[in-house]
């Protein structure tokens, strides 16, 4: 399907041919008043009716006659795009299910390890369609398809990139488990950023501050969750950064939160957080218990019988779970360390994470 999009003759054709009969429903404004939904102005959204054409009719009216006009122009494109899609998969053998089952397992994976970033179904999202539609117009040479392909193109890249930047961000939101929202916004106000960030991000930041902050969203929405979403803040607060300026403004979130003084309780959180984190090496926030199981080895402290006796009832209720890859999150990891050290004292449980996190990160540097 991606092939398809990005080389496809059959889609080609026909995003060429609606484009090119309906873009002179899309004007540019010679004032340079009128702003689109991406904040670029000099664009008016739906063009005003011809009044020597069609009569004398208000403002108002020819304007939501426009609206109409471009959003029925809109429904007929997704048509397009979407009868295009579907004649190409069955084609190959692919039913919708399929097609659904399989761009969803993408997804995971897009989440889960980085890959792919499929982009082509924004094709039919409202904002692609009055980009594309405009800058049709605005250029009569340009061939429709190649616009809407760049487009998409560079919504895949700049998730991607999006995606590598909150993996360097989240771990540190992870390992600050006692923040709020309210924290991270002043972390942020505090960076030392060689410029501060465009106007329309900042508007957008206001935005994202004003829905993050509804008390009754904040009080349901899980844990990682909001980490997610105050990640996605941050990266969006230096999304004008170079990867250089990007890197020295981690180092200076990372010192603000390391310096953070922690009770003794807080502490082991964030060394068992730390042991975690060193076999989370795809920032999943879980992590495979056969290979949890081969760093203790290599732990001698964990080789007796009792310890053992542990490990495998943990085991065996993960399995129950996903018995092909048992996997646990830092919760269960937690839990299993602390009933394996449950005998012992403070400094003996901090070891036994320091233990980990030095055999996990020898591990991971070899398969290097």
């Not at 059959?10 to 009128?34: C, I, Q, R, T, Y």
């Not at 409202?126 to 193109?153: A, G, H, W």
Request: with cysteine; charged share 30%.
């Amino acid at each position: 399907v991606d092939r398809w999009f990005y080389e496809g003759s059959d889609l080609a054709d026909a995003v060429n041919e609606f484009a090119s009969s309906h873009k002179n429903d899309f004007e540019k404004d010679p004032l340079g008043k009128d702003t689109n939904s991406e904040g670029i102005r000099g664009w008016q959204l739906f063009k005003k009716r011809d009044d020597s054409v069609h009569g004398s009719v208000s403002f108002q009216n020819s304007m939501g006659e426009s609206m109409h006009v471009v959003r029925d122009l809109h429904l007929q494109f997704c048509s397009i795009f979407e009868d295009a899609l579907t004649q190409f998969t069955s084609a190959a053998g692919i039913t919708d299910d399929q097609f659904k089952q399989v761009f969803m397992i993408s997804q995971q994976e897009e989440r889960e390890s980085g890959k792919h970033f499929y982009r082509w179904l924004d094709a039919t999202d409202f904002t692609t369609f009055l980009t594309v539609m405009q800058l049709c117009n605005s250029d009569p040479e340009i061939r429709p398809v190649t616009v809407l392909r760049k487009y998409i193109s560079d919504l895949s890249s700049e998730a991607r990139e999006n995606y590598r930047r909150r993996r360097m961000v989240l771990p540190l939101l992870d390992m600050w488990e006692t923040c709020t929202f309210q924290d991270i916004i002043s972390l942020v106000n505090d960076l030392p950023l060689p410029t501060p960030p465009p106007l329309a991000t900042r508007k957008e930041l206001a935005r994202w501050r004003n829905r993050l902050n509804i008390p009754k969203l904040a009080s349901t929405a899980p844990e990682e969750d909001k980490r997610e979403e105050w990640g996605k803040y941050c990266v969006m607060s230096m999304k004008h950064l170079t990867d250089d300026e990007l890197q020295d403004a981690i180092l200076f979130m990372k010192k603000v939160i390391t310096s953070i003084e922690l009770t003794e309780d807080q502490q082991q959180d964030r060394t068992s957080w730390e042991a975690f984190h060193s076999m989370d090496v795809n920032f999943n926030r879980k992590i495979d218990f056969v290979t949890l199981r081969s760093v203790f080895a290599h732990i001698p402290p964990l080789h007796t019988k009792s310890s053992q006796k542990t490990i495998i009832k943990h085991e065996t209720i993960l399995r129950k779970v996903n018995e092909a890859h048992p996997s646990l999150n830092l919760s269960e990891f937690r839990a299993l360390l602390k009933e394996l050290n449950d005998a012992s004292s403070n400094d003996s449980f901090l070891q036994l994470c320091r233990d980990i996190t030095t055999q996990a990160s020898n591990m991971f540097s070899q398969d290097e």
